[in-house]
């Protein structure tokens, strides 16, 4: 069982609107060399609470993508789909376990208007 590790302060993503993003846009990046993840050994892991928020000014489809590269042409190890309505943005709040140098990346998986999204991460022990 994890719990919030206090005096571990959370992380923030790049974020900025993003005006007709194309499904290869990065709405929103979280660089988890930024929580410590670089000094881990191989294999080694941790958990983290992730806050996800994002929005579209049109109905929209998403992907949040926990990857092992800041580019695209890289799979994601794990993705997770989700939707917005028009006008409308939601938060997610769910656990991840990162590994060594991994990135979080959010971005669109059907075009839209203007979009805006942001991850936090926060350290679980």
């Known amino acids: ?3 919030y590790a206090s005096g571990n302060r959370p992380i923030f993503s790049t974020t ?9 846009t990065i709405i929103a990046f979280l660089d988890s060399t930024q929580l410590g993840t670089a000094s881990f050994a191989s294999g080694q892991s941790m958990d983290y609470r992730i806050t996800l928020i994002a929005g579209c000014d049109t109905n929209a489809a998403w992907l949040f993508e926990r990857a092992e590269s800041s580019t695209l042409a890289d799979g994601a190890a794990e993705t ?3 939707r917005s ?3 409308q943005s ?4 769910f656990a991840m376990r990162l590994e060594k140098n991994q990135f979080l990346r959010t971005r669109m998986a059907s075009t839209g208007a203007n979009a805006m999204a942001y991850i936090q991460a926060e350290p679980l022990i």
């Open 1 to 3: 069982m994890s719990y």
């Open 16 to 24: 900025a609107p993003t005006a007709a993003p194309s499904t290869a």
């Open 80 to 82: 997770v789909w989700f």
């Open 85 to 87: 309505p028009s006008n």
């Open 90 to 93: 939601g938060q997610y709040v």
